[in-house]
Nanobody
């Protein structure tokens, strides 16, 4: 079993910053890729950023240059530094971890950006 627990969400004004963290516990040795997805009200869940075990990153076009994903393998954590936040970034952000066969999800943390 793998548990992913997000933290760091909250309310911020447009132009501000937040840092999300996700701690993985349980059987984590075979989690290769980790990342973040988000789901805004009335919309489908979408990719925000992913990071492979080899260090390759992938970002949604809408967050490139503003968000940075990083990973601490020793602590089994992944972070998402979000800068220059916009109201359209408002969503529930979900941590994602994948073994390549199974996908694991956190319960999500709410990020609200006020204009």
């Amino acid at each position: 079993q793998v548990q992913l627990v997000e933290s760091g969400g909250g309310l911020v004004q447009a132009g501000g910053s937040l840092r999300l963290s996700c701690a993985a516990s349980g059987i984590t040795f075979n989690i290769n890729n980790m990342g973040w997805y988000r789901q805004a009200p009335g919309k489908q869940r979408e990719l925000v950023a992913t990071l492979t075990s080899g260090g390759t990153t992938n970002y949604a076009e809408s967050v490139k240059g503003r968000f940075t994903i990083s990973r601490d393998n020793a602590k089994n954590t992944v972070h998402l530094q979000m800068n220059i936040l916009k109201p359209e970034d408002t969503a529930v952000y979900y941590c994602w971890g994948s073994t390549g066969i199974y996908n694991h999800w956190g319960k999500g943390t709410l990020v609200t950006v006020s204009s």
